[in-house]
């Protein structure tokens, strides 16, 4: 399976080994489908910085709206940065009664992104590239997360004691979650929903979104 290979291959490069599979790389496709919103970490596996700092690697290469790079990134691995995220990040707005994340399952490595200009459409154009790259990013280091907006941000600041606004918080971490796409046709509800401890969600087909 790809996401056995991928996972595989992100453990051999952290941990020095030389690759015993051959030159097989995952589709585009086998990425985006892999790259799935995680509400709960397996807290056994530590994220290190250096796979942090590979996923910020990719904004360089990405587009910006009039080339005004305005993102920063700040980098959070397992330690109390990451717990004083926890105390100001929510999780899965659309389940409200199960209190995501559970006990045990919290993110413990982030990357805040914080912009140098106001928020305007361009600059949010660029978030959204930048944190959807940066997940596929993740995605091929056999990790996963989850993009964050509902957040205090003024309080997460503070907390941090960042010189710029945070405007997204990315959770990075090893899925403890089963996620599965469910396909509906146009109408159909599209709200995301648990049952029998698999978080489904539901997704448009292509001819339903082809105007």
């Known amino acids: 399976m790809a996401d056995n290979y991928l996972e595989k291959r992100a453990e051999e490069i952290n941990s020095g080994k030389k690759s015993t599979a051959g030159p097989k790389r995952a589709s585009l496709d086998t990425l985006v489908r892999l790259n799935r919103s995680v509400r709960g970490y397996d807290q056994s596996y530590v994220v290190h910085q250096r796979q942090l700092e590979a996923m910020v690697a990719v904004n360089p290469k990405v587009a910006s709206s009039v080339n005004q790079q305005a993102l920063r990134f700040h980098l959070v691995t397992k330690g109390p940065e990451a717990d004083e995220i926890n105390r100001h990040i ?58 964050i907006r509902n957040f205090d941000h003024a309080a997460l600041q503070a907390g941090l004691g960042l010189p710029l606004e945070p405007i997204c ?42 105007i």
């Open 90 to 147: 929510k999780m899965g707005r659309a389940l409200p009664e199960l209190h995501l994340p559970f006990p045990g399952t919290e993110p413990e490595a982030f990357i805040v992104v914080c912009t140098t200009k106001p928020e305007n459409p361009g600059l949010l154009i660029d978030l959204g590239i930048s944190v959807q790259t940066m997940l596929l990013k993740a995605v091929d280091l056999g990790l996963r997360g989850l993009i």
């Open 169 to 210: 918080v990315v959770a990075v971490g090893k899925s403890a979650e089963k996620i599965e796409l469910v396909e509906i046709k146009a109408g159909e509800s599209i709200k995301y929903y648990r049952k029998d401890g698999v978080h489904y969600v539901p997704k448009l087909r292509v001819e339903d979104i082809i």
